[in-house]
């Protein structure tokens, strides 16, 4: 009996381990990045279809949006119009003073990651544009500083 408690403890440590290695993300010609910041939401509704988080990585800024896989799954129309890195004076400046890094995706394009940015040392979100074939909604991430 305890070698199968132990068995199911060490299993369950295990998967929690693999799980967690599955959350790392890796910007493109980076490798891995550590998000910074508040994650954004594209969505209506109360509905949630896609994903705009910011990260930090490789001495650069990277804006990213992921359009969720029961929405790719299902076949929807959606085109991840952009990306960018959007560069603000402080966390309450009421507009950013500047882009960076600029991405356009294609047509049910399920991740799109920005260029890699020269933006640490300035407060910066991560803003997408999302096309849902109907209507464009926007959504950023939270100002990091």
Known sequence: ?????????????LGLVTANNALAESAPGCGPVT??????????????????????????????????????GAGAPYTPEMIIIEKWASTSAREPFGHAGQKSGKYRQQELWSSGTDTLSVCTSAYAEWNSG??????????RC
């Open 35 to 72: 998000q910074i910041g508040s994650t954004g939401y594209i969505g209506d509704n109360g509905q949630r279809w896609a994903s705009v988080k910011q990260f930090k990585g490789c001495g650069k800024n990277w804006a990213y949006i992921y359009t969720w896989a029961s929405v790719h």
């Open 134 to 143: 109907a209507m464009t909604y926007r959504a950023r991430s939270s100002i």
């Open 1 to 13: 009996m305890r070698r199968t408690s132990l068995a199911a403890v060490v299993a369950l440590l």
